[in-house]
């Protein structure tokens, strides 16, 4: 796979710039983003892109900034404790839930994540968000985009990693910017001052560079190579529809599976809301939730590594700032056999877990 590769060789040689526009065109064919929209390749990931756009775009109307899990959060206390915003609105929502989409003032710009990777838990389409909007809607939606359907309309900034969807290796980050989030970056100049690798204008006109596989500093190429691999490769089974499809019957198969569990049912409250991505479970059975927080925490500690000394799943524990239970990553590129091979081992481990805790409570 790496012949033909651009290791070893300059970024900016004919060569390397021909394999980073590649990466923008097949990304952009492949997701069906609207002409009329920039996309780029830019450094740190979906965080350096997600931060290049708050940097350079707020301040210039008042903000609101919808959470519900942990990644929404940084989001807004980087708007609070970084940026300083003074007309700033924080929507929240409780881990499992969805903020209240329809508070939203479409005069301000309105700063979200599509699928909140830590609670399972992402918006069911962009029908909430205004087609005439005055602000713009900034959307990180890295563990979203190649796995659900992105209205890029109704988007004016929308950010991605190589990692995430499309199993990539990590380092680069992805941002599609609209006709109006162009306008805003060549007509609003921001007081603050901006980093080297947040820079996306020059003299008040946009770097059209970026756009076109001129990166900011260095990318590797090696991680491009492998963007190109898993580009071509959703090419080949059928493009957009088919990593849809492959996600969302990763996440029938656990619906299957949680229907008729004893133990463990979604985080997510709503099948509406529900994320066929990071799949999210809590535990239900009595026997768990009656213990205290201290001991859920070790209960689900100990499944975790009972399935990992196995061999049978890795990290699969929820994220850190997320309450106790299992993620179950179930992006496009995860095979729904090995999903379907994953659950008796679910049971198993829990049932280990709970016999180990019952044994030593007794002793
Ligand atoms: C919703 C969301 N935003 C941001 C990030 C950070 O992404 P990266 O590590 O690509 O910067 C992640 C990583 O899991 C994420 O899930």
Not at 272 to 278: A, I, L, V
Not at 341 to 362: H, I, K, S, V
Request: include cysteine; charge should be neutral; aromatic fraction near 8%.
């Amino acid at each position: 796979m790496l012949k033909g590769a651009a290791l070893g060789r300059s970024h900016r040689a004919k060569v390397g710039k021909t394999k980073l526009a590649d990466v923008i065109a097949r990304s952009r064919k492949l997701l069906g983003i609207p002409d009329s929209y920039m996309l780029g390749i830019v450094p740190a990931s979906d965080t350096g892109a997600v931060e290049m756009a708050l940097w350079s775009l707020l301040g210039e109307r008042g903000v609101d900034v919808l959470v519900w899990e942990s990644f929404g959060s940084g989001w807004a206390s980087d708007c609070k404790n970084q940026l300083q915003l003074k007309d700033l609105r924080v929507v929240k929502a409780d881990y499992g839930k969805l903020a209240d989409l329809h508070q939203m003032d479409w005069a301000r710009d309105v700063v979200f994540t599509w699928n909140g990777t830590t609670s399972g838990v992402c918006v069911p389409n962009g029908d909430w968000i205004a087609a005439n909007r005055a602000g713009l809607a900034i959307c990180d939606a890295t563990s979203a985009v190649f796995a659900m359907d992105i209205p890029w309309e109704k988007l004016d900034v929308v950010t991605w990693s190589w990692q995430k969807v499309m199993g990539g290796e990590g380092a680069h980050g992805m941002i599609a910017l609209s006709p109006s989030a162009v306008k805003r970056l060549e007509t609003f100049i921001p007081d603050r001052p901006m980093p080297k690798i947040f820079q996306m204008t020059k003299s008040g006109k946009l770097i059209d560079g970026i756009f076109q596989g001129e990166t900011i500093n260095t990318p590797s190429m090696l991680c491009v190579e492998d963007a190109l691999d898993s580009l071509k490769w959703a090419e080949s089974i059928g493009g957009l529809r088919a990593l849809i499809a492959r996600s969302k019957a990763n996440l029938k198969c656990l619906e299957d599976w949680v229907a008729q569990s004893s133990w463990a049912a979604f985080l997510a409250d709503e099948k509406s809301s529900r994320s066929n991505t990071s799949i999210c479970l809590k535990i239900k059975d009595p026997a768990f939730t009656s213990l205290s927080a201290d001991e859920q925490s070790m209960h689900v500690k100990s499944i975790v590594s009972i399935l990992e000394k196995e061999r049978a799943a890795y990290d699969i524990g929820a994220y850190r700032d997320a309450p106790v239970g299992l993620r179950v990553w179930g992006g496009a590129t995860v095979e729904t056999s090995d999903i379907q091979a994953l659950l008796p081992w679910l049971d198993w481990a829990y049932g280990q877990a709970m016999t180990a805790f019952g044994e030593a409570t007794r002793l």
